[in-house]
């Protein structure tokens, strides 16, 4: 693979006395899914802020595409190319699809809005994704689906020519079928070229898309697997305890104190 | 960017991919065929099954009311009543297409009516001491006007309202060098001050987090005050000005009147038509043209009919010819192309409706949500102020009451009336003209039919609570139509 998108070195971040992020040490290569997974509070979500630039981090390094740089703000975080698509989506119900995917960036031609351009690029955009369920580029958003929505949303994302994606739990209020959809448009986004962040709880989602996993444990990185080399108990294992045999975190009778 | 796109689009042909993307772009097919007449109509008939019901039942109220009053009264459907009809609602209707702006953010501005009067007053005021405003107003009073313009500037400025700012320097420019009366400066004085009332209400609510509820029903009481202190316990100031007089009880002239009729029905077409062929020439879904020309068609009838029926002489004796368009149906067409194109062909427009539909998605969006709410509140008063000078110029004069009473209340219900959702995000600005004109009707129908105040009073409060109930059934209906 080619040199990674996106790199975290020695992350750290801590809320008052909270320390919720450990030397977080995270590659994300372009053109690969990277499943985060965790236990509840793990730090995962907090990992995804400090990389959209929500949260600032107390201590470590980002290096984007190799150059080191200080994210301030989610302002910043867009214009390097990095997306976030949120658990609630953050989609306008009373705006139609192509509104909403040029929310804040319209295209406008002598000062006013260029609609006809808008709706080529926008339905360029989902074609290119094979979304095929959404009938017209005009349908309101309200009227949508929840697998709809969160096509949307992911599609908004390519669109504005993203580098890097981070999808928190994208499919977690989703029906089987729609569940089916969204990965498969992960998988799409990855094979765009894209470097792709997949926070999920569920396994079976991370083991069909995810070319790597990484388990956080207590606000430290357990483990960075690739997902042929592991078992679904072993991520479990990972999860639950911060260890599964070789992988993991080192056992604590076993550290020098 | 194209290229980027197109580079975009060759990414995605890998191996794995079964449909290459320019036959994924035929999934499309509903947006790329324009649609025959049956499938529009069917297309608009299920959105208003689906809860969109829009201006619908206005225009329907509209109907239903014209046909009885028609029946009821002899006077009603006189040329001279329906001209009248015109200049009785439009101050109702200005103010309410103002505050449409601030309903699609799904906050409410209590304060506009008072705050109108608080510009008629100072309006009057400037007039009458010949631009001496602080001979008007006394040294105290005048001198915490000014501290409040310059503070509206300030906020103006700290929100980044340019225009605001303008409108609030222009006024306190005003004020504070005399230049001596003239009935055009009058008026901006009073759309200014009308604006940085709006800075101020806008700051309270959008920086300091007061709702708006509270803020301007608070400021709704303080300008209704102000309004007292400017003109005195049971004073009335006179508006003898010939142009100010016209504003509302003026009409163009027979040839005006076909001029307006040809700028506003051409206009309309070009720009309906322009737009309809651009997306035809570009494969987007559009209606099909012989809908898009029935419908200009239709609506270049009705122009023609009433600007042929306004040009008649509709003077009650023979001594005198009153006809013509009155003035202020092109004023309230100008407000109403002007807010329409900023509406929805702006960003700025889009952004209002983003906020008001989604404020979290509009802030992740990257709009600047504090100033968007803070600037429908300058709209909504400077556009109180043009409606100030309407009802002033109607009666000629400003009294205490400026304002106060039901204006406030009859313009909220004309935008409601008109099919604005009182929850935000949804509502055109035509909303505010159909029902400032179901309002007007009931007004001048009830009088006519000589009904107490008390059953025109209560009629109306009903209708208010017909249109608001149908808001929150449909609302509940596209929320359980949607999935």
């Not at chain 2, 008063?381 to 100030?388: M, V």
Request: proline residues 3%; contains cysteine.
């Amino acid at each position: 693979m080619s040199e990674p998108i996106l790199e975290l070195r020695g992350i750290n971040k801590s809320f008052g006395p909270v320390h919720v992020l450990h030397d977080i040490d995270l590659t994300v290569n372009p053109g690969e899914v990277t499943a985060l997974v965790g236990d509840n509070g793990a730090g995962k979500s907090t990992l995804v802020k400090c990389i959209a630039g929500i949260h600032p981090t107390d201590s470590g390094e980002v290096l984007f595409e190799g150059q080191p740089t200080h994210i301030k703000g989610p302002r910043d975080a867009a214009e390097l190319g990095i997306e976030v698509v949120y658990q609630d989506l953050a989609l306008a119900d009373n705006l139609d699809i192509v509104q909403n995917m040029f929310l804040g960036r319209e295209r406008t031609k002598g000062g006013l809005l260029d609609e006809t351009d808008m709706e080529q690029a926008a339905r360029k955009t989902l074609a290119s994704l094979s979304v095929r369920t959404v009938k017209s580029v005009r349908t309101q958003v309200s009227s949508l689906s929840g697998g709809q929505r969160q096509t949307v949303a992911i599609a908004k994302a390519v669109l504005w020519n993203s580098k890097v994606v981070l999808l928190d739990e994208p499919t977690a209020a989703l029906g089987v079928a729609q569940t089916r959809q969204v990965l498969d448009l992960v998988r799409r986004l990855a094979e765009q070229g894209l470097g792709v962040v997949l926070i999920s709880h569920n396994m079976n989602d991370v083991f069909e898309v995810a070319d790597k996993i990484a388990c956080l444990y207590l606000g430290r990185m357990a483990a960075v697997v690739g997902s042929k080399d592991v078992t679904h108990g072993q991520v479990v294992e990972l999860i639950t305890a911060g260890r599964s045999g070789d992988l993991g975190i080192a056992r604590p009778e076993a550290a020098t104190i | 960017m194209s290229s980027e796109e197109a580079s975009m689009t060759n990414t995605t042909q890998t191996p794995e991919q079964e449909t290459p993307p320019q036959g994924a772009i035929s999934d499309f097919g509903i947006d790329t065929t324009s649609q025959s007449t049956g499938e529009a109509v069917r297309d608009y008939w299920a959105r208003v099954r689906g809860g969109e019901l829009g201006s619908l039942p206005a225009l329907l109220g509209l109907i239903v009311l014209l046909i009885v009053f028609s029946s009821l009264s002899d006077t009603f459907f006189t040329l001279g009543n329906l001209a009248n009809l015109l200049q009785q609602g439009a101050s109702i209707t200005i103010i309410a297409m103002g505050l449409v702006f601030v309903l699609l953010l799904g906050e409410i501005d209590l304060s506009a009516g008072t705050a109108s009067g608080v510009t008629a007053s100072v309006m009057a005021l400037h007039l009458i001491h010949n631009g001496n405003l602080l001979g008007g107003m006394g040294d105290t009073v005048f001198y915490v006007f000014c501290g409040l313009l310059v503070l509206a500037i300030v906020l103006a400025v700290l929100m980044k309202i340019w225009a605001g700012a303008a409108l609030s320097l222009i006024a306190l420019l005003i004020a504070v060098i005399g230049i001596p009366a003239n009935a055009w400066l009058e008026m901006l004085l009073a759309v200014c001050v009308g604006a940085a009332i709006g800075c101020v209400t806008g700051f309270l609510v959008a920086k300091v987090g007061i709702p708006s509820f509270v803020v301007t029903l608070a400021l709704f009481l303080v300008w209704g005050g102000v309004v007292l202190q400017l003109i005195g316990q049971g004073g009335t100031l006179g508006l003898r000005d010939d142009t100010i007089f016209n504003v509302a009880n003026g009409n163009l002239n027979f040839v005006g009147s076909w001029v307006l009729f040809i700028v506003a029905v051409g206009g309309y077409a070009a720009v309906v038509l322009t737009r309809h062929f651009s997306r035809l020439r570009k494969g987007l879904v559009a209606q099909p043209t012989s809908l898009v020309l029935a419908k200009i068609g239709a609506l270049a009838v009705l122009a023609a009919v009433i600007t042929y029926a306004l040009s008649l002489n509709r003077a009650p004796s023979n001594l005198i010819v009153i006809q013509g368009v009155p003035y202020v149906v092109p004023l309230v067409l100008v407000l109403l192309v002007v807010g329409t194109f900023v509406l929805d062909r702006t960003s700025y427009g889009r952004h209002v409706y983003a906020v008001g539909g989604n404020k979290e998605a509009a802030r992740r969006a990257g709009i600047n949500v504090e100033r968007i709410r803070m600037s429908v509140f300058v709209i909504a008063s400077s556009a109180a102020a043009i409606g100030a000078i309407v009802y002033s110029s109607k009666v000629g004069s400003v009294d205490p009451n400026a304002g106060a009473g039901n204006t406030l209340l009859l313009s909220v219900g004309a935008a409601v009336i008109g099919g604005t959702s009182l929850f935000g995000g949804k509502g055109r600005l035509r909303d505010a003209v159909i029902g400032g004109a179901v309002l007007a009707i009931i007004q001048n129908g009830m009088g006519l039919l000589k009904q107490p105040a008390a059953v025109v009073f209560i009629v109306t409060g009903l209708v208010l609570l017909l249109a608001a109930s149908v808001d929150a059934l449909s609302r509940r209906r596209a929320a359980t139509a949607a999935r």
